[in-house]
């Protein structure tokens, strides 16, 4: 079955899916994205996704291209029309296409939105989920604004590539005082030797995942302590537990970081509970497909 992709207004064939080169998006990175999860043919926190991605617009002073209630529509016809069940569903927002300029433009444009969709071997996943991850550290050289969820992505393409070159599939990022930021796609996490759930507060230095918010949900569910501070790289190698979260992966296991290995360098107890609860807990919508 071919794919098909929403492109300004219009669903086309995948292979024929394009924008137009002064796009501001391709230009200068001048636009935000999201990534939300399809499970068994249903969006999972589209409304949190949604609610994000209009914090993140308006961060670039734009606006929804569409109401709230056409994009839901255009999400779900793009899932049906791709008739895919498990996978993940990215909406890109851009400026839209004007004379390549820094300032914004001076005529009214239409902001361009692209709506995509993609199946995922949840078996895969699922399989690296019972071992838990690799991960690497890199200095956290990013721009002060990464709670915008910016299509500019290049220091965590260099990051997650530099992660794959040391045989890890994922980087944390570090800032100038050893502590931990977030992962190159994702939040970053431990269980401490006390049981205390441990991540970076909501500021400027991280984004505010999605997951991440599900996750405190979960834990406070659960009766776990949470404590939203930095830890530092040497806190997490003594940690009984790590792990990662993101829309992609869900609550993802971290087993070792930089060659060094988590506790037994197994998946956690703590960890395991949150994975296994997160689709209770996360806002599941109706079955599209
Ligand atoms: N990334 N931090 C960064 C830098 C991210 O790119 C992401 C998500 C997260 C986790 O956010 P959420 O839980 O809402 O997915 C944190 C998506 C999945 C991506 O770029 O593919």
């Known amino acids: 079955m071919s794919r098909i992709a929403y492109v300004n207004g219009q669903y ?8 137009h080169i002064e796009d501001r998006g391709y230009q200068l990175g001048d636009g935000v994205y999201e990534v939300c999860e399809i499970r068994n043919g249903a969006l999972v926190d589209e409304r949190r996704h949604l609610l994000r991605l209009e914090r993140s617009l308006s961060e670039l002073r734009m606006t929804m291209p569409v109401t709230q209630s056409a994009l839901r529509f255009v999400m779900a016809e793009t899932v049906r029309r791709n008739r895919v069940k498990d996978g ?30 993609r199946a995922l071997d949840r078996k895969k996943i699922e399989k690296a989920a019972e071992v838990g991850i690799a991960v690497i550290t890199v200095p956290d050289d990013r721009w002060g604004r990464v709670d915008i969820k910016t299509i500019g992505l290049l220091p965590n393409v260099l990051a997650r590539q530099k992660a794959k070159d040391a045989g890890a599939k ?3 990022f570090v800032d100038s005082e050893g502590l931990v930021t977030e992962g190159a796609a994702s939040n970053a996490w431990i269980v401490t030797k006390d049981d205390v759930l441990v991540t970076r507060p909501s500021s400027n230095r991280i984004l505010t995942g999605i997951t991440r918010t599900v996750a405190k949900e ?3 569910k659960l009766q776990m302590t949470v404590e939203e501070r930095a ?7 003594a940690a009984n537990e790590a792990f990662l979260t993101s829309a992609t992966q869900t609550v993802m296991p971290v087993i070792s970081i930089d060659g060094h290995k ?28």
């Open 170 to 172: 994922d980087a944390w």
């Open 218 to 220: 979960i834990a406070i």
């Open 88 to 117: 993940l569903i990215y909406l890109q927002v851009t400026r839209g296409v004007a004379r390549r300029d820094h300032g914004f433009p001076e005529e009214v444009i239409k902001a361009a939105l692209v709506v995509t969709v």
């Open 231 to 237: 830890f530092s790289v040497a806190e997490a190698l």
């Open 262 to 289: 988590i506790a037994s360098g197994k998946p956690g107890p703590v960890t395991k509970r949150l994975r296994e609860e997160f689709h209770r807990t996360a806002e599941i919508g109706p079955k599209i497909v």
């Open 12 to 19: 086309v064939p995948f292979r024929e899916a394009r924008v």
